[in-house]
């Protein structure tokens, strides 16, 4: 039976064996790809490459004032969408949201 070291060895080297095929696929496919695109005529912004579609990034915040402070100081305006961990955590232990508003 092989040794954990012997195993560890083998499978970095199995690891790398496989980084290099893909690498050399990976040199083949992006080839292939861009002579199917010189062939047809296609650009990235056809692909919806970044900035092709030209729609702004979302929001990562909301810009609405906060109503309610949860019981560490975390601020939350109540809007439609998913509820932060610490409401659902206030909810499912019985308590109101109501006893958190500002």
């Keep these: 039976m092989a040794t954990y070291s012997e195993l560890m060895a083998q499978a970095q ?3 790398a064996q496989a980084e ?3 690498k050399d696929e990976l040199s083949a496919v992006i080839a292939d790809i861009k002579g199917k695109m010189k062939q047809f005529g296609i650009t990235v912004a056809d692909l919806g ?3 092709a579609s030209g729609k702004k ?3 990562s915040k909301s810009s609405a004032p906060a109503k309610y402070r949860g019981p560490a100081g975390e601020l939350w305006a109540g809007g439609p969408g998913r509820k932060p961990e610490w409401v659902r955590a206030v909810l499912a232990s019985g308590k109101s949201i ?3 508003l500002i």
Aim: zero cysteines; charged letters at 25%; hydrophobic letters at 45%.
């Design 49 to 51: 490459g970044a900035g």
């Design 20 to 22: 290099q095929a893909r």
């Design 13 to 15: 080297s199995l690891m």
């Design 57 to 59: 990034a979302a929001k």
């Design 98 to 100: 109501e006893e958190f």
